[in-house]
């Protein structure tokens, strides 16, 4: 049988097929016949190469099923037939077909804010089966297959068969052609009745949508749970999950702002495949996201997970506590807090103590525990941005450790110190007027006078101090888990720690009192690290100890002290050792050796003048020291020294020490005063003399001859050995 094409002009001087048909009624039943065996052949047909071989089989079915539509000729074995050929040539399509992939540089965002929501690949998918280019016109044949296939009830049991497969099979090509096929079924009922509801008033009719309703909840709800057993370590079909998410946008798309309740059940799922290893995807949950924001009526993305982030926080919380948790999902719980900002950590306490109960049952996992202080980090990094983090009177006792030149007394302080004086002699006069004579009756007396009135009234109680803000106790707690973990074996989770202690100890340092003991907590972990045998670990524990005498001040005083003498002496001298291989700054002693550069504050000498109370500035050139075995700025014992030279700048700022130790400190930063300002005001704010006799010892201060004045004699400047040798 050979039929023509239907959109062809009826002839009425042609008899046609349909016409025999009318006139010898026995044709109808070759013509089921016909149309059965196309339609057994059509999944043998779609393992073939011949991309149009497959397009007119697909063809020749659709007629055959339009004619026998016209001619209103009903065979029970078709319909019976008409699911299983679908799906068996589904799944011939998936197997002929090899693993093509889709267009990498097609440009996929998240939709920011003020952009619209109409850009067409930011809100559309791309193919999950036939995916090529070149299958798009055996693509759109299927879909006119399968949108005609009778009216919405026989679309609904169609649907609803193999809806009931997808959740029987236990092969995952299988399952994938049967949602696929539901899915596209649902999508073609829902427009054919659009269509039909654009002409027709059906409203005083039944409605015979309500099957195909019914079949789409079921498929709906048969997403969100392949969306919510994604797991990485027993992955599904990928292309299963990608159908599951373009049907959750689709319920979307047709619910509009109603779907927001829903958002309670799917966010967090489809947020999740954004770390998914599979680039599609990853496009599809982004395109999934773009739609749901658009669907429900927010401006953006990062608007749709900030105005949910609390459902978001409780599915993390559920999945820590049931120890069902994949890196992908830390890196969603990551993305969220960064989004939400400050004023998400409140909230946080319960998904900390989830991620504490996983440290604790995962703690011999380095990847997984570095993954979680990971989240942990980011809870710190907003924590300390918040406005709710200080109570009102820490704000006003921000400590500041800084130790300040003390300038020497001249005449206004005399005066004050008279007038204080004089204040204090009045005041102890008046208090002597004001005693009473010699008492006229035994003290005895008065005292057990005083005992028959009553008990001694005691002073009353200090006010109790308020709690802290629920975001501090939480940063402190944090703070407080990292001293178990900066022994772990991962480097990477070590220098994140420390980091992490760099960021939180400025936060926490307002309370003296919570702050204090967890300094004497990690105080000893922390110093361990400069025996790291990590370069970087050592150096990024050089940035975490200066931030903790910024914060802690005095208090590190004793335990400096006592490391001092015993090993972090000749630490720090090693380290400088070490890297004295590197290019340095010296004075010159001749021209030839000078290589000039341009000035800056930090290469000028300050030079005494004569009235021996300002510094004047003199250029300082570097020397090119020739060293065949120079390891560059970027060599590890040349950051070493860096870091340890902050580290001894702010220990010498915020942190009393002895004399003795700041000798000590002197000599080992004593070639780093002239090129380095910061370093050379805090020694001189301690110490100027020292500072300046250093510099004079090495040649640094610029010889000047002796004053003259008329009954004044001045002391000879001698001059150093190094500029006697020069002259």
Not at 72 to 98: C, F, G, N, P
Not at 512 to 540: C, G, K, Q, T
């Amino acid at each position: 049988m050979v039929l023509g094409e239907t959109g062809s002009k009826v002839s009425l001087t042609q008899t046609s097929l349909r016409d025999l048909i009318s006139i010898y009624p026995e044709l109808g039943e070759i013509v089921k016949t016909t149309t059965y065996n196309w339609m057994s052949s059509l999944s043998r047909l779609m393992q073939s190469a011949d991309e149009d071989a497959k397009i007119d089989a697909i063809r020749n079915v659709l007629k055959a099923l339009e004619l026998l539509k016209e001619l209103h000729i009903q065979s029970s074995t078709l319909d019976e037939s008409m699911s299983m050929m679908l799906r068996d040539s589904v799944i011939a399509l998936m197997q002929a077909s090899k693993a093509i992939e889709t267009n990498a540089n097609i440009d996929i965002r998240l939709i920011a804010g003020g952009e619209a929501s109409s850009g067409y690949e930011d809100t559309q998918y791309q193919p999950v089966l036939l995916p090529a280019e070149s299958q798009k016109k055996l693509r759109n044949e299927l879909s006119s297959l399968i949108a005609f296939l009778g009216t919405t009830s026989q679309q609904a049991r169609f649907a609803g068969n193999m809806l009931e497969q997808v959740q029987d099979s236990d092969s995952h090509v299988s399952q994938v052609a049967t949602f696929w096929l539901c899915f596209q079924t649902v999508k073609a009922s829902h427009k054919s009745s659009a269509e039909e509801e654009m002409f027709l008033n059906l409203s005083s009719v039944s409605d015979s949508s309500l099957d195909i309703d019914a079949v789409f909840n079921e498929l709906y709800t048969t997403a969100v749970q392949i969306l919510d057993q994604h797991t990485d370590t027993e992955p599904a079909d990928w292309r299963l999950e990608a159908l599951a998410l373009e049907a959750t946008a689709y319920t979307a798309q047709r619910s509009g702002e109603s779907f927001r309740p829903e958002l309670i059940d799917v966010l967090f799922p489809v947020a999740t495949f954004l770390g998914s290893k599979n680039p599609q995807l990853q496009k599809h949950a982004i395109v999934t996201l773009n739609t749901l924001a658009a669907s429900c009526g927010y401006t953006n993305v990062s608007e749709l997970i900030i105005q949910n982030v609390d459902y978001m926080v409780n599915s993390v919380s559920l999945r820590l506590n049931s120890l069902d948790i994949s890196p992908a999902s830390i890196n969603v719980l990551t993305m969220m807090i960064r989004l939400a900002g400050p004023r998400l950590v409140p909230y946080l306490d319960d998904v900390v103590d989830s991620i504490f109960g996983a440290l604790d049952n995962y703690h011999g996992y380095p990847l997984f525990v570095e993954n979680l202080f990971v989240v942990l980090k980011e809870v710190v990094n907003q924590g300390v941005l918040s406005d709710m983090l200080l109570l009102e009177h820490q704000m006003n006792s921000r400590p500041d450790h800084r130790k300040q030149h003390k300038k020497a007394p001249g005449l206004s302080d005399l005066m004050n110190t008279l007038e204080m004086r004089k204040q204090r002699a009045e005041l102890e006069k008046s208090e002597v007027d004001s005693v009473k004579g010699h008492p006229n009756t035994p003290w005895k007396d008065d005292k057990n006078e005083g005992d028959g009135e009553g008990e001694k009234v005691e002073p009353p109680p200090e006010p109790e101090k308020p709690p802290n803000s629920q975001t501090y106790q939480l940063l402190l707690r944090v703070a407080n888990l990292t001293q178990h973990y900066l022994t772990s074996p991962t480097p990477t989770l070590r220098r994140s720690l420390l980091e992490l202690l760099t960021i939180v100890s400025t936060a926490l340092a307002p309370d003296e009192e919570a702050f204090l003991p967890l300094v004497n907590s990690i105080w000893p972990v922390m110093i361990d690290r400069l025996h790291d045998p990590e370069a970087y670990i050592v150096v990024e524990a050089c940035h975490a100890l200066a931030g903790l005498c910024a914060a802690a001040g005095d208090f590190l005083s004793s335990r400096f002290k006592t490391d001092w003498v015993d090993w972090l002496r000749d630490w720090c001298r090693k380290i400088k050792h070490q890297a004295s291989a590197s290019p340095r700054w010296t004075r010159p002693h001749g021209e030839a050796d000078i290589v000039r550069g341009r000035e800056s504050d930090d290469s000028r000498v300050l030079i005494p003048l004569r009235d021996g109370e300002s510094l004047s500035g003199k250029s300082l050139t570097r020397m090119a020291t020739s060293s065949s075995g120079s390891l560059g700025k970027f060599a590890s014992p040349v950051r070493l020294w860096e870091g340890t030279v902050e580290l001894l700048t702010a220990l010498v700022s915020y942190v009393q020490i002895d004399e003795e130790m700041f000798d000590d400190i002197l000599d080992l930063l004593a070639e780093v005063l002239e090129r380095n300002v910061q370093v050379r005001e805090a020694l001189e704010a301690i110490n100027k003399d020292a500072v300046w006799l250093s510099r004079y010892e090495r040649g640094n201060v610029e010889w000047l001859p002796t004053p003259k004045m008329n009954g004044v004699q001045f002391a000879t400047m001698a001059m150093s050995q190094e500029r006697a040798s020069s002259n």
